[in-house]
């Protein structure tokens, strides 16, 4: 009886990676392929309504658009401005809408009827931030003007106006736990608190970096600024006192927000991604790829919806799946199904296994018939090469160890040749893959060297190649230089940490020996 046939298998080729699954990556993998749209500039805010249903309003280029989060579509768009919008905010009610721009006027917007309800003239620098206070009778603004400006919705007039911060001033946030805090950032490097019964600031925090986006949680003891690619956190009950100083991204960060119900912290960065920390320990729980440079992140009061804003003026919105409840039919087929599994065998019945017939990829189908080259054409398709080069690798492995490579490579036509150097030239410098590859090079310029010269294609193949690996010659010498640098410098270490401890050692004198002994 024949043996039975084994299917190829890469598993050996890829490097195991062992991924710890968590409860927060389960949580942030539920939310749903991103709808992706494209703004008319740069998405420099994104705000959602405290009210249900939670639209969000997105400021972009000369308009605030609104969202809605159940069609994912525009709801309403307001665009009475002439230059560059920023910070539309809603109010907690949701019935008013407050944006800034580089006209340097507040506009506040009846969100219903899209109608302008107040003009707030008074800053003489473009406005990047626009809040409401929690009594949502004032409203706060920063500007390019390095002032902080406090207005009155009733009477329409500014109530006051801070001039301490000497940079532009970028982002800022009211307490949700007091009427009268304001928190404040400034590209001067400084976050600064201001209590609006008073007419100078309470406290200053030096970050360190421009700021570009605050924090704070709802009940005011602890806020949070980023700027750089820095992260840090202050303790307001005491004095400002630093807390943590979070740097996990590689460029500067653009905007916080909290989400699951204030138990965990998002930040946006110019590195293209969005990283999750836990606040009880301030670690990394989770991170999100996106396609573009993040400017702003927003997630819904229930945690629903993401929303990503980016440079490029690309809007990324991600809902929540919702779990689909099985109908009668599903019911009673898994029921049919299910009959005869749960059955257990007696002592005295013949039990008769049923074996599934095994499905085999292409490339095994030719290698069970020994038709190695059309298993090697199989595996060399752009459906298996491109996507899993180490299949195709293994393949080759395996028309080695038959001794059938030379006659798998042998009598192709130059575009079939061209292929296979196009191949290796895109995988050569990954480290598995190396050996099995140099000696599918060699042997193919034994069989074609003849054709060197004569064939364009395979000509300019070659010479690619030939630059492949020089490339990763040159970084193999780069390596090794380094390597060697670094054996010097530990060594030197190693001498220091050895002569020190040797200097530390007690040395006894004939004398003390002599009296140890007669002790």
């Known amino acids: 009886m024949a043996a039975p046939f084994k299917k190829t298998s890469a598993r050996h080729l890829q490097p195991r990676v062992d991924v710890k699954v968590t409860p927060d990556t389960l ?121 902080v400006s406090v207005w009155d919705i009733p009477s329409e007039s500014q109530l006051l106006s801070y001039r301490e911060h000497q940079d532009y001033v970028r982002c800022g946030i009211a307490s949700a736990s007091s009427t009268d805090l304001i928190l404040t950032g400034s590209y001067d490097h400084t976050v600064k608190l201001f209590d609006t019964r008073i007419n100078d600031s309470v406290m200053t925090f030096q970050h360190g970096h421009p700021v570009e986006s605050v924090l704070m949680f709802p009940n005011g003891g602890i806020c949070l600024s980023a700027g750089g690619n820095y992260i840090k956190v202050w303790d307001l009950l005491q004095g400002g006192r630093l807390l943590s100083t979070l740097c996990h991204h590689h460029k500067t960060v653009t905007s916080l927000a909290f989400c699951n119900n204030f138990t965990r912290i998002l930040s946006g960065s110019v590195d293209r991604h969005i990283k999750i920390f836990d606040i009880s320990t301030y670690k990394v729980v989770h991170t999100l790829d996106l396609p573009g440079t993040v400017l702003s992140a927003a997630v819904s009061p229930d945690d629903d919806i993401l929303v990503v804003g980016m440079a490029e003026g690309l809007l990324s919105i991600q809902k ?33 296994h049923h074996k599934r017939k095994e499905q085999l990829e292409r490339y095994d189908k030719y290698f069970k018939k020994f038709e190695f080259t059309k298993a090697l054409d199989a595996a060399m398709k752009k459906g298996v090469s491109m996507p899993s080069p180490e299949v195709t690798v293994r393949v080759l492995q395996e028309l080695m160890k038959k001794g059938a490579i030379k006659a798998a490579l042998a009598c192709r036509s130059d575009l079939s040749v061209g292929y296979i150097i196009q191949f290796i030239k895109r995988n050569i410098s990954k480290p598995s893959f190396q050996p099995v590859l140099l000696d599918v090079a060699d042997l193919l310029l034994d069989l074609y060297a003849e054709q060197v010269g004569q064939s364009p294609v395979m000509d300019c193949q070659l010479t690619e190649l030939r630059e492949t690996v020089e490339q990763e010659v040159n970084y193999m010498t780069e390596l090794s230089e380094v390597m060697g640098m670094l054996d010097t410098v530990f060594a030197s270490a190693a001498m220091k940490t050895s002569t020190t401890s040797s200097e530390t050692v007690p040395v006894m004198t004939p004398s003390a020996v002599a009296q140890a002994a007669d002790i």
């Not at 709808?35 to 309504?49: H, M, N, Q, R, S």
């Not at 919702?322 to 039990?351: C, H, L, M, V, W």
């Open 27 to 147: 949580y942030w993998k539920n939310l749903d392929v991103p709808v992706t749209k494209k703004e008319y500039g740069a998405i420099t805010d994104i705000d959602f309504c405290p009210t249900a249903p939670h639209y969000f309003a997105v400021t972009n280029s000369t308009r605030v658009q609104v969202y809605s989060p159940t069609s994912l579509q525009i709801h309403k768009t307001i665009s009475r401005f002439k230059e560059v919008a920023y910070s539309g905010s809603f109010r907690s009610d949701g019935k008013l809408l407050v944006a800034g721009g580089d006209e340097g006027s507040v506009r506040l917007f009846d969100v219903d009827s899209k109608s302008l309800l107040r003009l707030f003239k008074g800053h003489s620098g473009a406005i990047h931030v626009t809040k409401f206070l929690t009594d949502k009778t004032r409203i706060f603004s920063g500007s390019d003007d390095n002032s």
């Open 320 to 352: 929540r799946k919702t779990p689909k409840e099985p109908t009668s039919k599903n019911k009673q087929t898994s029921r049919y199904n299910a009959t005869g599994k749960t059955y257990q065998p007696q002592k005295t019945d013949f039990i008769v």
